[in-house]
């Protein structure tokens, strides 16, 4: 896996990405198609579901590899975020910007700690580095 660090400092991993199939889904049939036509079928990996590598969200926090929240209980017990203000978000009325950033978003309703750790890498993943 290689490892790209941009000049304003966000890693891009340049490895594993996945799929989503579904046995009765016609798109998921021809797409492992596509991957036998092309030579892939023997760099595929499948798991199911219930497996931990499917079923859980993983990054790089401080030179650890660290599970990301994948409930609302595991987003209050993540070491990473000040619970105080998260559980403060969940329940405190805001008036939000009719345009404003997702980081910005959560940065205010959750607070600086829930928008570096929890959306940032989110939406790094989704989107790339400039949002």
Same mark, same amino acid.
């Given at each position: 896996?290689?490892?790209? &660090?941009? %000049? ?7 490895? %594993?990405?996945?799929? &989503? ?8 049939? $021809? ?11 023997? !760099?595929?990996?499948?798991?199911? @579901? *219930?497996? %931990?590598?499917? @079923?859980? &969200? $993983?990054?790089?926090? !401080? ?5 990301? %929240? ?12 000040? @619970? ?12 939000? *910007? *009719? !345009?404003?950033?997702? $980081? *910005?978003?959560?940065? @205010?309703?959750?607070?600086? !700690?829930?928008?570096? $750790? ?5 939406? &790094? ?7």
């Amino acid at each position: 896996m290689k490892t790209i &660090r941009t %000049p304003t400092g966000a890693l891009f991993e340049c490895g %594993p990405h996945t799929v &989503r199939f579904q046995k009765s889904d016609l798109a998921s049939k $021809y797409s492992v198609s596509l991957m036998t036509e092309l030579g892939l079928e023997h !760099d595929v990996l499948f798991r199911h @579901k *219930d497996h %931990p590598s499917a @079923k859980y &969200r $993983y990054g790089m926090i !401080d030179g650890k590899i660290t599970k990301f %929240p994948y409930s609302l209980a595991s987003a209050i017990q993540f070491s990473k975020i000040n @619970k105080v203000a998260f559980l403060k978000g969940l329940v405190t009325h805001m008036e939000i *910007d *009719d !345009d404003i950033s997702m $980081y *910005d978003l959560i940065q @205010k309703r959750f607070g600086d !700690d829930a928008a570096k $750790y929890l959306i940032d890498p989110m939406c &790094r993943g989704i989107f790339g580095e400039i949002l």
